[in-house]
Structures are given as structure tokens and as C-alpha cells.
């Protein structure tokens, strides 16, 4: 194999993005996977994907209108999941196919070349710049040094949200503050993975750690070594096999969590369920 | 017993279109136990929401613990408020084992950015041994039975010393030694750390052991309040379910029976 492409700037830029975006992306797919919301993080990478073709079509920096617009999405899905008024399928059906198609709206309405509007669509790690970096950097460090500061409030939010509320801990601040950050890493990951495949880049690491722990610290570092081994390996396909980067990168993630269900521990729960379920009618 | 430590004056609670309490006023003197009974959708579980904060108030007020409550200083009572729900479907794969589910009780009481200290893990494996639950300490909250959360409920409230013991039908949908059990814990916890205990309840059996004074609940309002020996008769329970006296009797014979 040719090892001369990683001196270059792009590449080690790329392998920084793949980093910074596998822990932060990670490392939020833990709050979806275990709060049972993946249907806001959905429509929140799309309402992202939407957001920033509304700042290229208009003409301001995309990155803004990707966070205002999956921080709109959330402030209107979140607590009408929250109130019970409407299903979490519902809510999916209705946002996910609204910002999808004002998505394609602005594409369309776009004048010219449609080439960085594909950019956002698929995602091009490899050229991102340095600015990018840093702003997955700070994105990166905000994510894990919150999760690392409220660890307990965020864990009994996570374990039963009124439970948490019944014992005095702001649990619905904690909601939205986990709402909020997988806003800004959506945003910040966007250009790096794309809006379609961001969110699997979210759920699938989380997910796969999720099937082989039964400690929450554990799941956490799990996960965003997932989401780095899938960046990292996902670059390497890209690269060997001259595969668009996202694509490579989120079926990695695919692939890590299939083998983490194959080879899960948490199989055997179904089992023991059932035997309690016989010593229960005996 | 004496002084009064929850005083809740008219109140009423709407959610959306549905009236859940119509002008309810209820004292509650300090070490007391109170059951709460009353038909599904009489409102006893929003009656023990607004005693902790958590339930919102359409029109009169409530004094807990020497304060009343508003929203800015509801999370604050809530340290001092145990409260058990109902069996609650725990997803049998989530990661947290019984000992740290037993810990959040203590989460509130110690506030933001601070981690948990011997003496809180001291607290809680204190807790866990006098709900009978020290030997599956370390086993996944998930794969508990229903009884075992139940118990593994009142050791997190225990945990958070509280002054006031609130209890949603803690028993519902658990079976006959479980529920005995269970009441038989709660009296106990009641009586050794001289609480004052709100238990909503649909198990009549247990309320007159447990209890040193039933509320009849029915459509938002409180249709009786007195000892449970006075106001647990076959008439009253009647009307109170809207069933014949004779299935009544028939109902306690064979709660009785079991």
C-alpha cells in the first residue's frame, strides 16, 4: 500500500475529521440509543441537511442555517413527543419527509452548479480545512466535557426521565441541553459525513456498544471507539477502493454494529427472561 | 404526630380538555400514613404529583414541608419528597446495575458537579440491605422482577432520606407474596424512620394494617376521608366503585381467601 498520501495536508486533516467527528458523533448516539429518541435525531439530520442548502441557496454560511434549522426541528418535535401528542412514527413521517422535500426545494430553487449542495448531500472529508477541524474540535470537547461534568444527571435522565424529575434533578434542561448538542454536531459533522448519512454515523456506533455492555461509562468509551474505528477504516476503504468517503464510512459503522449483535452478550436476556416468565407461573 | 406538614387548599388540576382534580383540600400531619383509594381516573396519582411539584396547579395552592409550592422552589421540595411509581417497563438491556440505580437517589440531594462520596455509596448499600436487595447489588437494573424494582424504588427513596414517603400503587401488577411483601416494607420504613407516608393504593387488604387514615377518591374530589376500619364498609366501597354491595363482599372474600 502507497503510505506517502498521509503526508499530505488533506489526508491528515481528514484522519483529524474522522476523529474529532467519530467521539462526537458517538458519543451523542449514546443519549439516542438509550433515551429511545433516534426519530429527533433523524429529523435533525435532515432539518441540518435542509439548513444548509437554505444558507447556500441564500447565500449566508451554510453551518448556520444547518444548526438553526435542526435546533427548529427539535424545538417543535421534541416537546410534542414529549407531550404524548403526537407518535414518535408520526412525528418522523411528518418532519422527515417536510424537511426532506424543502431540502430538494432549495436545491432545485439553487442557480447554477449543484456541486456543493452535493458536497452537503454526501459529505467530502477529504476537503475539509482547517477551519472545519477546529470547529469539530470545539463541538468535540463541549460534547464529551459535558457528558463528563453532569455524568449523574445526565445518567438518571437517562434511566427514567420523571424518575430523575421526582428527586430534583432538571431533567428537562438536560433533555433539551442533549437536544441542543446533537444540533451542534450534526452541524459541525455535516461537511465531513453528509446530511443523509450522518445520522448512521450517530446510531450505529452507539448502537453496536450498546449490544456488548451493561455499564454506561463502559457504553460511552465503547462508542466513541466505534465511531473512530469507523471513521478511521471507513477513510482507509475510501481511499484504497476510491469510494465517496461518507458512504464508506457509515457502512463501516453498518458492519460494526452487525458484528456486535452477532457476537452480544445481551442475547441471552430473551432466554432468561423467559425461564423467569416459567419459574413465575410455577 | 401533630403538626401539619402538607396542606393543600382547593385544588385543581386540568389536563387538556380532562378536569383530573375539582377543588381538593387535604391536610397531612407529620409521621401520619394516609391511603388514597378511589376508582382508575379519580385522580390520586395527581394528587400526589402536586404534593411533590411535579403536577401543575390550574387553581389553589400547596404547603409542603413549610413552604408553598411554586414552580421556582419545586425541585427543591423534591429532595425531601421519596416518591415510588408503579411497576415501570425497564428496558432489560440498559446499562446501569441495581447499586446505581439505587444512587440517584442520592443525585438530587447532592446537587450539580458533585460526585458521589463514600458515605453516599455507604447510604445507598445501607438502603439495598434493608430492602433485602444487598445480594443483587450489582446485577443489571433490566433483568430484576417486578417485586425486585419495586424494592430496588424504595431503597433509591430511602437513599434520598427524604422527609415525606410518597407511594404509587406500588404493588399494581405484582402477585400476592410480592405485594405483601412490599406493604410489609413500606410499613416498616414508615414506622423506623418516622416518615409521612401518601400510599395510593387498590390492595384494601393491606390498608388497615398499614394505614392510620384513608381518603376515598371519585371524578377529581374526595368523596370520604376517616379510619380505615370506619369507612371501609361494604356500603361505602360500593358506592365509592359503583358495583353492587354484593360483589364487594364477594371481592373481599376472596382477597381475604388468597
Known amino acids: ?37 433516534p426519530f429527533i435525531g433523524v429529523c435533525m439530520s435532515h432539518a441540518a441537511f435542509a439548513g444548509a442548502l437554505l444558507g447556500l441557496w441564500l447565500g449566508f454560511n451554510p453551518l448556520i442555517g444547518a444548526f438553526a434549522l435542526s435546533l427548529l426541528s427539535a424545538a417543535i418535535v421534541g416537546p410534542l413527543a414529549d ?33 456543493g449542495a452535493l458536497e452537503l448531500l454526501w459529505g467530502s472529508i477529504l476537503t475539509n480545512t482547517r477551519s472545519d477541524i477546529i470547529l469539530l474540535g470545539i463541538v468535540t470537547i463541549v460534547v464529551v466535557g459535558l457528558v463528563f461534568v453532569f455524568y449523574k444527571e445526565i445518567q438518571a435522565t437517562i434511566f427514567h426521565r420523571d424518575m430523575a424529575l421526582s428527586v430534583g434533578i432538571p431533567a428537562t434542561v438536560i433533555l433539551y441541553g442533549v437536544l441542543f448538542l446533537t444540533g451542534a454536531t450534526i452541524t459541525a459533522s455535516l461537511r465531513s459525513i453528509g446530511g443523509l448519512l450522518i445520522f448512521s454515523l450517530i446510531l450505529n456506533p452507539a448502537a453496536a456498544a450498546y449490544q456488548l455492555t451493561y455499564s454506561m461509562k463502559r457504553m460511552f468509551l465503547l462508542s466513541a471507539g466505534f465511531g473512530v474505528l469507523s471513521g ?36 441471552k436476556v430473551k432466554g432468561w427472561q423467559q425461564k423467569l416468565l416459567v419459574e413465575g407461573r410455577q | 404526630m401533630g403538626r401539619t406538614v402538607i396542606n393543600i387548599e382547593d385544588a385543581v388540576v386540568s389536563y387538556r380538555e380532562d378536569i383530573a382534580l375539582r377543588g381538593v383540600s387535604l391536610e397531612v400531619n407529620c409521621e401520619e400514613f394516609v391511603g388514597i383509594i378511589g376508582p382508575n381516573g379519580a ?49 432489560p438491556r440498559m446499562p446501569m446495575n441495581v447499586r446505581e440505580v439505587a444512587m440517584i437517589g442520592r443525585y438530587g440531594v447532592l446537587g450539580l458537579l458533585r460526585r458521589p462520596s463514600k458515605r453516599d455509596w455507604k447510604i445507598v448499600d445501607e438502603a439495598l440491605g434493608l430492602v433485602g436487595m444487598s445480594n443483587l447489588a450489582q446485577r443489571p437494573i433490566g433483568h430484576l422482577s417486578g417485586g425486585e424494582q419495586q424494592r430496588v424504588a424504595i431503597a433509591r427513596c430511602l437513599a434520598q432520606e427524604p422527609e415525606l414517603f410518597l407511594l404509587d400503587e406500588p404493588t399494581a401488577s405484582l402477585d400476592w407474596r410480592a405485594k405483601t411483601d412490599i406493604m410489609e416494607l413500606v410499613k416498616l420504613i414508615h414506622d423506623s424512620r418516622r416518615l409521612t407516608t401518601l400510599l395510593v393504593t387498590h390492595d384494601l387488604s393491606s390498608l388497615p394494617v398499614a394505614c392510620d387514615r384513608v381518603v376515598l377518591m371519585r371524578e377529581g374530589l374526595i368523596w370520604g376521608e376517616g379510619s380505615p376500619e370506619k369507612l371501609l364498609t361494604d ?19 376472596e382477597a381475604i381467601s388468597v
Open chain 2, 43 to 91: 385522580g390520586k396519582t395527581t394528587l400526589l404529583t402536586i404534593v411533590n411539584g411535579m403536577g401543575k396547579l390550574l387553581n389553589g395552592r400547596v404547603w409542603v414541608l413549610g413552604d408553598y409550592l411554586t414552580p421556582g422552589n419545586s425541585h427543591l421540595l423534591r429532595k425531601k419528597v421519596g416518591y415510588v411509581a408503579q411497576v415501570q417497563n425497564i428496558d
Open chain 2, 235 to 253: 356500603n361505602n366501597l360500593s358506592q365509592l366503585y359503583d358495583i353492587p354491595v354484593s360483589v364487594v363482599k364477594a371481592r373481599r372474600q
Open chain 1, 1 to 37: 500500500m502507497e503510505l506517502s498520501i498521509f503526508g499530505y495536508q488533506f489526508m491528515q486533516n481528514a484522519i483529524l475529521s474522522a476523529f474529532l467527528g467519530g467521539i462526537a458523533c458517538a458519543t451523542i448516539g449514546v443519549f439516542v440509543v438509550l433515551m429511545h429518541m
Open chain 1, 83 to 115: 407531550r404524548g401528542e403526537l407518535s414518535p412514527e408520526t412525528s418522523l413521517g411528518v418532519i422527515f419527509s417536510f424537511m426532506l422535500g424543502i431540502a430538494f426545494l432549495f436545491m432545485g430553487l439553487m442557480p447554477g452548479t449543484k456541486s
Open chain 1, 232 to 267: 478511521w477504516t471507513g477513510l482507509l476503504m475510501s481511499y484504497l477502493f476510491n469510494l465517496p468517503s461518507g458512504a464508506t464510512i457509515v457502512v463501516t459503522s453498518s458492519v460494526v454494529f452487525m458484528i456486535a449483535a452477532v457476537f452480544s452478550p445481551k442475547k
